[in-house]
């Protein structure tokens, strides 16, 4: 198994290295070799996952000794890497399509390959220095993709808010790895776990990681650099940013955050949770008067990591195992709902719903599938983002029917107005603004049939997924039972 996961990591290396060398016959070749190393690279996460046995009630320490490479893993880290590698790989197919003739595909094609190598990297290490120095390293790289990608003059600074709000409040993170290795003598996660640590020791260290991982959620009122990214960055950086970034934080919190504070987390949990409250009320607000279609996911997605958020500081398992799946689901629904609307912007220019109109008239397949995504994104049933958000709510109504009311208000706002920018988008009367194009090119047929694929088969069979998640969570809570 460890040398698959090695052959997994080097894989997008040897990738970086053919487009770096320049001796392909034309671009064409070039964009065939990446799609197909990619396609390889997502089949090996699927294959480490079928060998991966689900019923292991803990982490799998492995590493490749000769090499001085080791490395964790559990049936959490695997779904996130295969959700990671599905992901770049359709992002390579939507550059194929989106930038077929831009002169920034080669880097794009590297800076993709590149946080591919950061995050199965992050999603496996075990030490905290190095967890770090992953967690920053997709910053400068996400930064060149919004630089390199966006059209409009604001870009430059859409991309330095993203790199300095996250990178100034990481710095409080980089202080409590500091702070723990002062007085623990280690760094290693799973040392740590098992050291007695004093409250007043576990106060700091939990301000300081729930400070600068709240900020990749991002929860009020770090959230300012999200939607201005969103807008700036091209397709490819929103499906990055929506899909995995954002991820980063949750997976922070629920890796680092919890283990290494338990009595905190037992007994002042509400302070993450009203980060949440305040973050998806405000939101739930904001997204009735917005008619930017790409900032208006970015509230979405605010809106789904905060209840993930309320959910992981609930302290009930069936909670917890609602929000990591809820974080899965929102990976590929919010990718499907950016690259919708990237197609949409590569037809038209524009992103103001109010020029739209009559859209089905001309794109039915195309309806359809936007119609798909934005069922699962307001958890219609026997989707994709349902049986997370039914978890969630089951969870919560154990422990305060106060977050159930929160979420069940927000949940209206969502409905109303996925259903209302659905509408203005396809139907009414055709504006001036909409011509005649195609409905679907074979390559968008191809990226919408993956995503749609799983929205189905998870909506229908939720446990091909949720089986992977649920030991991991019932030893994550073994074990701050333990320790308490």
């Not at 107005?417 to 195609?438: A, D």
Request: proline share 3%; with cysteine; glycine share 6%.
């Amino acid at each position: 198994m460890q040398y698959l996961i090695l052959f997994m990591i080097l894989l997008p290396m040897f990738s970086v290295y053919r487009t770096q060398i320049k001796n392909f016959p034309d671009i064409y070749h070039m964009k065939a070799m990446i799609h197909m190393l990619s396609m390889i690279v997502a089949q090996v996460t699927f294959i480490i996952c079928f060998l991966y046995n689900e019923f292991t009630p803990g982490y799998i320490y492995a590493g490749i000794g000769s090499l001085g490479y080791n490395f964790a893993y559990d049936g959490i880290s695997l779904t996130y890497l295969v959700v990671s590698s599905v992901l770049t790989s359709l992002c390579i197919i939507a550059l194929c399509e989106f930038m077929a003739l831009d002169d920034n595909l080669e880097k794009n094609m590297t800076l993709l390959l590149l946080l591919e190598i950061v995050l199965f990297n992050f999603f496996l290490t075990r030490d905290l220095f190095t967890f770090y120095v992953w967690f920053e390293a997709a910053l400068p790289v996400l930064f060149l993709i919004i630089l390199l990608g966006g059209e409009r003059k604001v870009r430059l600074r859409a991309s330095l808010m993203l790199f300095l709000y996250t990178l100034i409040f990481s710095l409080i993170t980089l202080c409590t790895i500091i702070f723990i290795n002062g007085f623990l003598g280690t760094t290693d996660l799973f040392e740590i776990i098992l050291c007695d640590i004093s409250f007043p020791q576990q106060a700091i260290i939990y301000i300081g990681f729930l400070v600068g991982f709240c900020v990749k959620v991002p929860s009020n009122p770090f959230h300012v650099w999200l939607p201005h990214a969103h807008v700036e960055a091209s397709t490819i950086g929103s499906v990055l940013l929506a899909g995995i970034i954002l991820k980063m934080g949750g997976y922070a919190i629920l890796r680092i955050l919890l283990p290494t504070c338990p009595n905190l987390y037992d007994e002042y949990n509400y302070y993450g949770s009203i980060l949440g409250y305040i973050s998806v009320l405000n939101t739930s607000l904001i997204i009735l008067t917005e008619s930017d279609l790409k900032r208006l996911i970015a509230y979405f997605s605010i809106i789904h990591m905060n209840i993930a958020l309320i959910a992981t500081f609930a302290g009930e398992r069936l909670a917890i195992f609602g929000a990591v799946a809820m974080m899965i689901s929102h990976s590929l629904i919010a990718s499907g709902l950016f690259f919708c609307i990237g197609s949409l912007y590569e037809r038209y220019q524009i992103r103001d719903m109010t020029y739209y109109g009559g859209l089905v008239n001309s794109h039915i397949l195309f309806s359809i599938t936007f119609f798909i995504f934005v069922l699962s994104n307001f958890s219609f049933p026997l989707t994709f983002g349902f049986w997370p958000e039914m978890l969630v709510v089951t969870g919560l109504a154990i422990v305060s029917y106060f977050d159930v009311i929160v979420i069940l208000i927000s949940g209206i706002f969502s409905l109303a107005s996925n259903l209302t920018f659905f509408t203005k988008v396809f139907f009414g009367i055709t504006t001036e603004y909409v011509l005649m194009y195609m409905d679907m090119s074979k390559n968008e047929m191809f990226l919408f049939g993956n995503l749609i694929f799983y929205d189905i088969l998870f909506g229908f069979r939720p446990n091909v997924y949720l089986i992977f998640i649920e030991n991991p969570v019932n030893f994550l809570l073994t074990a701050l039972c333990y320790k308490n």
